[in-house]
């Protein structure tokens, strides 16, 4: 094989990033040693949304990357969601000061660089930072993405979604932690063993486990979390007055200390949009990038339920308009399920100090298209700012990998001051609609004022029926939802009249069989084998119903 010279290599970086529509700017490839801004590294912004991968080693560039990226797609009219760990995003509302140094790098890649700012939103989740807080409703978080913070094993969170169904059926609404721990609370009384054994699937026992997990919730200050008003995910997609993309920066303070909450939180967020957002087919932009930094902390000692249900938001969210970018240290960190699905890739440079880390660094090589660059040695030496790229172009082929030399942001790369971040989050219009928690009457209301009307026996609202629709209701859990034989005996023939279930809010349903496969392979392995056949039967108004949220989410809470 005849060696390229420089120029030919120039070539093939320009002929391979040459494209018609509009672009994020990423840099100038580096070929040979040298900087050829006259080779410049792009990004298709109608593929942002076909999800990407911004990894590399501690220190490397990756918070400036997605900082430099949230810039361009503002300016593009996109709205951008940045989890900022570390606190250094703020700075994007800050215009940053040219200095000798920066001024002669963005010469050297051909950036025309001026300090900008750009509309920033700052939330805090429950209010634990500074910022407009973040809340969901337990009802609306759902049983899997709690079972996945409480830490349940499978049969407990089988057994959580019996307390939900319990809960929907008697109108008692679980809005906050004490809503559930009340509902969980009546079951494992004395007063409520009745319901308790109706519930089939159900064991005190393993009810008891459930309440001490949500207690120890509680003791470690997570009820701030959950609760009204509920944020609206549309929030996230909102565009400034002058017609940039509002970046909505989520604050996480206390990351360290609640790292199962943060990731899982992020996933309820991409859920929601998920079963909010209609079908959109191919967009000249998407409707939003969402950037998921620390993405290992979303899969380290996850079920293969969660993995499944996460799999399948990231392969159907994209038709949406929505593109998820995954940012963590290297590749490995995802799952091959999901890394398959990332077309964009901006790879910071990798540390061989271990045996581990070489076997991680050839992972990573692997994972590249043919290339005229050594990546792994590339890979070691690539300085901090440099990264290997290759991107989907707009045909749908991968772009020739390109040691880049990336673009500087224009705004501050560090915090804003606090005075900034204070004013702006005051003079928000999210204020006045999230800035107060508020405490309306649910099932902890409902529960506590039926004991004192009963004399102190807590009893829920009576269920509709009788017997033999209580114990077709146990037979039909435990078969459709439990996914196992029933041990109760079938029901006699009634002449009752036939129980209205409640009526639930209507959601369109895709056409797509491919879709609703992949649904229904999800929602399978997380509520339970038998569950797989039945979703995947879309006649029956069960499976309608439950194809609304991948990870047995709400498809529509009171705002």
């Not at 649910?442 to 102190?456: T, V, W």
């Not at 509709?464 to 039909?476: L, Q």
Request: some cysteine; glycine content about 10%; aromatic content about 6%.
């Amino acid at each position: 094989m005849a060696i390229k010279s420089t120029a030919d290599k120039v070539a093939t970086i320009q002929k391979g990033y040459t494209l018609e529509g509009p672009t994020i700017e990423l840099g100038a490839a580096i070929i040979d040693g040298e900087v050829h801004k006259e080779a410049p590294v792009r990004l298709p912004l109608s593929m942002m949304n076909r999800h990407g991968l911004v990894a590399g080693a501690t220190g490397t560039g990756k918070t400036v990357t997605l900082h430099m990226m949230a810039e361009q797609l503002s300016a593009a009219g996109v709205p951008v969601f940045l989890a900022d760990i570390k606190g250094d995003l703020s700075g994007l509302a800050s215009a940053a000061t040219g200095s000798e140094k920066l001024m002669a790098r963005t010469a050297g890649i051909g950036q025309p660089w001026s300090g900008k700012t750009f509309p920033v939103e700052f939330l805090a989740l429950g209010g634990d930072g500074n910022g407009i807080p973040v809340r969901a409703t337990i009802t609306s978080f759902g049983p899997i993405l709690l079972s996945r913070i409480m830490e349940l094993n499978d049969t407990q969170e089988s057994s959580l979604q019996l307390v939900f169904h319990f809960a929907d059926k008697n109108n008692l609404e679980l809005i906050d932690l004490k809503d559930l721990r009340a509902v969980i609370q009546f079951l494992t009384s004395a007063e409520g063993k009745d319901e308790l054994e109706e519930l089939g699937g159900l064991s005190k026992a393993t009810a008891g486990v459930i309440l001490r997990e949500l207690i120890t919730l509680e003791a470690q200050g997570m009820e701030k979390f959950f609760g009204e008003p509920e944020f609206d995910t549309a929030e996230l997609m909102r565009t400034a007055p002058d017609g940039r993309g509002v970046i909505t920066c989520l604050e996480l303070p206390t990351l360290q200390t609640k790292p199962m909450l943060f990731s899982t939180f992020l996933m309820w967020l991409l859920a929601d949009l998920f079963d909010d957002l209609p079908e959109a087919g191919d967009l000249d932009k998407p409707k939003l990038v969402f950037f998921l930094d620390e993405a290992h902390l979303l899969f380290n000692g996850a079920s293969k339920a969660f993995l499944d249900a996460i799999t399948t938001t990231v392969r159907l969210i994209r038709s949406k308009g929505v593109g998820i970018f995954f940012v963590t240290q290297t590749p490995k960190d995802v799952p091959a399920e999901v890394l398959g699905q990332l077309a964009n890739r901006v790879q910071h440079a990798l540390r061989a100090y271990t045996p581990e880390d070489a076997k991680a660094l050839k992972a990573t090589v692997s994972t590249f298209p043919m290339s005229d660059y050594d990546l792994e040695e590339t890979l070691t030496s690539a300085g901090i700012g440099e990264a290997v790229i290759t991107v989907m172009n707009e045909k749908g082929a991968p772009t020739p990998v390109a040691l880049t030399r990336l673009r500087a942001p224009e705004s501050v790369m560090g915090p804003s001051v606090d005075t900034l971040i204070s004013s702006t989050v005051a003079d928000s219009a999210l204020l006045p609609k999230y800035g107060t928690a508020v405490d309306n009457v649910s099932a902890y209301e409902k529960i506590a004022g039926e004991a004192a009307a009963d004399g102190g026996a807590a009893a829920p609202a009576p269920a509709p029926g009788g017997t033999s629709d209580v114990d077709a209701e146990a037979r039909r859990i435990e078969e459709e939802i439990l996914g196992r034989p029933s041990s109760r005996p079938a029901p006699a023939p009634s002449r009752q009249e036939p129980r209205e279930e409640p009526r639930q809010p209507q959601r369109r349903t895709a056409d797509d069989g491919g879709m609703a496969g992949d649904l229904a392979g999800a929602l399978g392995g997380a509520l339970g084998g038998g569950l797989k056949s039945m979703a995947r039967s879309l006649g029956t108004q069960l499976g309608r119903e439950l194809l609304r949220g991948v990870f047995g989410t709400a498809p529509r809470r009171r705002r």
